[in-house]
């Protein structure tokens, strides 16, 4: 059973708190939402949030990183973290009994980082080469080319990482003032799936996090300005690396469910259309797939594929059928059971761990403001039809579509 905790007074007051006890888990995940990322950051601080991720565990001024991880490996669990465009997640997993553990550190290190400017240094050196490895990925630098072209100056067209330069200019200063300013209330929801103690939750929570509030949710703009046609760089891969990019629908588009099943026909599975007509029939990739995302205020629809130099406009060709085929004829009813089906399925098989449960509760509660109950959403599921799929495929994949590629053809 899910159970949510909002402070009495109102979300400047502490954290929310959403959990859901699993009577035969062997282990509590315990995760802290901060709904701040990439996006919020101005042109001066961009790669802020990832930084705090590298940094916050690196100690506290009583727990250092070596008695973290420690502490943290003598149990088999995990702690981690990871940073997308409009939050940032911290986590824990621990064997039972391990929910108070989790709580103390992830509240330490997120509530009073240490920040030295000695692991400042020495995390700038390590983001700096995350940054090299994903430049030397034509899969990261297609994409990172994809959402410069769909957003052009905004900051959802910017890559969650930052760039050499602006991380190379970041302060401490920069860093503990960005942190002071929005690790707070209410940005913050703590999450927690397994054997969870929900009551004792809501207690370590309001103890562990005391003085944190007082804080503003960020301010975002919508994206205004076009698209930018294409976006291309050359490079002697051995592949040429093609990604395709609409504009979407936003996370609150009551329409976003019926265009995840189209999205996931068109190349979302084995049996979709671009992996039969692509790998299949023609085996023109490897790898070749459609995806979708969605923000507060904004949708990205997108299509990816790789394959030789020489095959490169044969596969433009059949990826811009198959596209427009969807578009204009859109998908049949059997195609439809098929991918709604697959979505009950898959969402089953991946809650079956206290990890991927408590990862649902944080980013639901964080960015809708609710948890979905899982027969709630296989009844919007099911209440979707042919009409509804068909007819939000056409209307965002009409547009021509934005061409990002890297490659010895590009």
């Not at 901060?34 to 991720?53: I, N, Q």
């Not at 940032?88 to 108070?100: D, F, H, K, S």
């Not at 330069?165 to 970041?170: E, K, P, Q, R």
């Not at 002697?236 to 996931?264: Q, Y």
Request: overall charge negative.
């Amino acid at each position: 059973m899910v159970e949510l905790s909002l402070p009495e007074h109102g979300p400047t007051d502490g954290p929310g708190v959403v959990s859901e006890h699993m009577p035969d888990a062997h282990s509590v995940s315990v995760g802290v939402w901060v709904g701040v990322g990439g996006r919020d950051e101005d042109s001066t601080l961009a790669g802020t949030s990832h930084f705090l991720e590298h940094l916050l565990f690196k100690g506290t001024e009583d727990r250092s990183a070596r008695a973290i991880a420690e502490l943290v490996d003598a149990t088999g669990g995990e702690m981690n973290a990871f940073t997308t465009k409009e939050y940032t997640a911290y986590y824990a997993r621990l064997p039972v009994g391990g929910q108070e553990t989790a709580v103390a550190l992830l509240a330490d290190v997120l509530r009073e980082p240490a920040l030295r400017a000695s692991d400042v240094e020495t995390e700038r050196q390590v983001i700096l080469e995350e940054i090299h490895l994903a430049a030397d990925d034509p899969d990261d630098v297609v994409f990172d080319l994809l959402y410069e072209a769909l957003f052009p100056d905004h900051t959802l067209g910017r890559e969650v990482l930052g760039s050499e330069a602006s991380v190379g200019a970041l302060s401490r200063d920069d860093i503990a003032g960005f942190h002071d300013h929005w690790y707070r209330a209410p940005n913050l929801v703590v999450a927690a799936a397994g054997a969870v103690d929900h009551e004792a939750l809501v207690s370590q929570v309001g103890e562990a996090f005391a003085g944190r509030t007082g804080g503003l949710t960020p301010e975002r703009a919508k994206p205004v300005a076009p698209a930018v046609t294409a976006r291309r760089i050359t490079r002697p891969t051995e592949a040429d690396h093609v990604a395709w990019g609409w504009r979407g629908l936003d996370r609150n588009d009551p329409r976003r469910h019926a265009l995840a099943i189209g999205v996931h026909v068109l190349g979302g599975g084995l049996s979709s259309r671009l992996f039969q007509t692509v790998r299949e029939e023609r085996g023109l990739a490897y790898s070749v797939f459609s995806s979708m995302a969605a923000y507060s205020d904004a949708g990205v629809v997108s299509v990816y594929a790789g394959t030789a130099p020489e095959r490169s406009d044969e596969l433009k060709r059949v990826v811009a059928h198959e596209v427009g085929e969807v578009a204009v004829h859109g998908i049949t009813d059997a195609e439809l059971s098929i991918a709604r089906d697959g979505f009950e399925g898959s969402l089953l098989l991946g809650l079956e761990g206290s990890g991927s449960r408590m990862s649902r509760l944080g980013a639901s509660q964080s960015l809708l403001g609710r948890v979905v109950p899982l027969d709630e959403y296989v009844e919007i599921l099911r209440a979707v039809t042919l009409d509804e799929v068909n007819t939000v495929l056409a209307e965002v994949l009409a547009p021509d579509a934005v061409v990002a590629e890297v490659g010895p053809t590009a």
